[in-house]
């Protein structure tokens, strides 16, 4: 009978905590972003109309309320500017700088993060975690797992529930939401969240970036030479005669190098403390997410040894082989141009939209209407926004339509008020004896709607046309 190999499922890495320098900035960038995150909903923000919350995607009204930003349905093109911008800029970013934004700006790593940190709390570091994985199932196992698992539960619920408060008026919602009383949305949202970030950040953890993000598998086509990434230099770390540890007369380095052995001690550390589990003196990997706890560990051992810093550093292949890294270069300078000018599109698009808008369509149904006086009726359904915070008036005429009657129905033409941030749907009727004009069958005109109260002063035109049999 022939063996059978049985593959074992890996477990997740039970990373080592370091300290130290990109350690404190990733638990900085983590404790903004979840400051952020967390509290934005719960902050209140005056306006003239509209909701007091600072930041709410109103669907219902089709408002979209950033502060004292306000966006229309129409205004959808700023996520587009939004986007791009944010894929040149990750371009950007990582044909300098490697993968720092999965390192500590990603929501895995951040979300990773925060719920290692709980597991480290309850469980203790890496070897207390490894001991209690081979534990027998006692009452000290049973309640440490079951309340990281519960701690674990509560921050994705926690997730899951502020995601929705950004729809919603946060104290009402909130309320509505624990009462039973929220929309069904609300909930299939809240918990779908929570699953999948329990699921992610409490039991697949370093898989997602290894296996399921597609980011680690294109970004190599944004590295070269000249990439600044963690990497260890195995010119110094190696020697002539490979890795020693400091024991007996190898704990001098003039010992060492005479010897022909480099300034790795082959610790560990640098492997224990990554959150993939690679060993970075392997060099460059696709698992790697540049957040640099390496260089935190190896300079801490550097430190105890009294040698300089940066066997394991940020640095670029061309650097590490001699050379110069060179910052300006075609593909830089290309992502760099890409993310300032779709910045500027996107502040210049923000500041010079329209607070007056205005639109005429004609209907179609009849096209025209010939009246008993023998005059021609056109009809046109105006539609007037006013998109600021303020009430407003206005008044709407006919140009170059010497002769016509313009009539809104119950609205009066000269003084159509508009409350702030709201619209209006008119009805307008055009009446014209056609026949004073002879045999012109369509006749170009426009509406002019002009301002006579509010923040806004010029005028809109809207060009149009006059149908005649």
């Not at 587009?80 to 390192?103: D, E, Y």
């Not at 650097?319 to 779709?342: M, N, P, S």
């Not at 539609?383 to 002769?403: D, V």
Request: with cysteine.
């Amino acid at each position: 009978m022939s063996n059978v190999h049985v593959i074992q499922p890996k477990h997740t890495v039970q990373p080592r905590s370091v300290k130290g320098r990109f350690r404190s900035l990733k638990t900085g960038i983590m404790a903004m972003a979840y400051a952020l995150f967390f509290i934005l909903p719960w902050i209140r923000w005056t306006r003239e109309v509209g909701p007091d919350q600072a930041i709410l995607f109103d669907i219902e009204t089709r408002r979209y309320y950033l502060f004292d930003l306000v966006m229309h349905a129409q205004d959808v093109f700023w996520l587009t500017a939004v986007l791009f911008l944010a894929a040149v800029l990750l371009f950007f970013v990582t044909s300098m700088f490697g993968r720092v934004f999965c390192g500590y700006f990603c929501f895995q790593t951040l979300w990773t993060d925060a719920f290692r940190f709980i597991e480290r709390k309850i469980q203790g570091d890496r070897v207390a975690r490894l001991r209690l994985q081979k534990q027998a199932w006692n009452k000290e196992k049973l309640v440490k797992v079951l309340g990281t698992h519960a701690l674990w539960l509560f921050l994705a619920l926690w997730t899951g529930l502020t995601f929705v408060l950004y729809w919603g008026d946060a104290f009402d919602l909130s309320y509505r939401f624990f009462t039973g009383a929220a929309p069904a949305a609300a909930y299939v949202t809240a918990f779908l969240l929570m699953g999948t970030t329990y699921l992610a950040a409490g039991w697949i953890k370093e898989y997602v970036c290894m296996h399921i993000c597609p980011y680690s598998r294109f970004q190599s086509v944004m590295f070269d030479q000249d990439t600044t990434i963690v990497s260890y230099d195995p010119n110094r770390g190696e020697g002539t005669a490979g890795r020693a540890k400091p024991i007996k007369d190898l704990r001098n380095r003039e010992t060492r190098q005479a010897q022909g052995h480099g300034d790795c001690v082959d610790c560990g550390l640098c492997v224990q403390v990554c959150p993939t589990g690679i060993d970075i003196r392997d060099g460059l990997q696709i698992n790697c997410i540049h957040c640099a706890l390496c260089i935190d560990a190896c300079d801490g051992i550097m430190d105890k040894q009294g040698w300089e810093r940066g066997l394991i550093r940020y640095t670029s292949e061309r650097e590490l082989d001699g050379g110069k890294t060179k910052f300006l270069k075609l593909r830089t300078v290309g992502y760099g141009l890409a993310t300032i000018l779709a910045a500027a599109y996107l502040a210049w698009s923000v500041a010079s939209t329209k607070l007056l808008e205005a639109t005429a369509v004609q209907v179609r149904s009849p096209l025209f209407v010939t009246l008993s006086d023998g005059r021609i009726q056109n009809s046109y359904e105006v539609k007037i926004n006013n998109k600021t915070m303020k009430p407003a008036s206005y008044q709407l005429s006919l140009q170059r339509m010497e002769g016509a009657e313009l009539t809104l129905g119950s609205v009066d033409p000269v003084n159509i008020e508009l409350g702030p941030d709201s619209s209006i749907r008119l009805l307008a009727k055009v009446r014209y004896a056609a026949e004073s004009e002879g045999a012109i069958k369509n006749r170009e005109f426009t509406f002019e709607l002009k301002p006579t109260a509010g923040e806004v002063t010029d005028s809109v035109i809207i060009p149009s046309q006059f149908i005649t049999p």
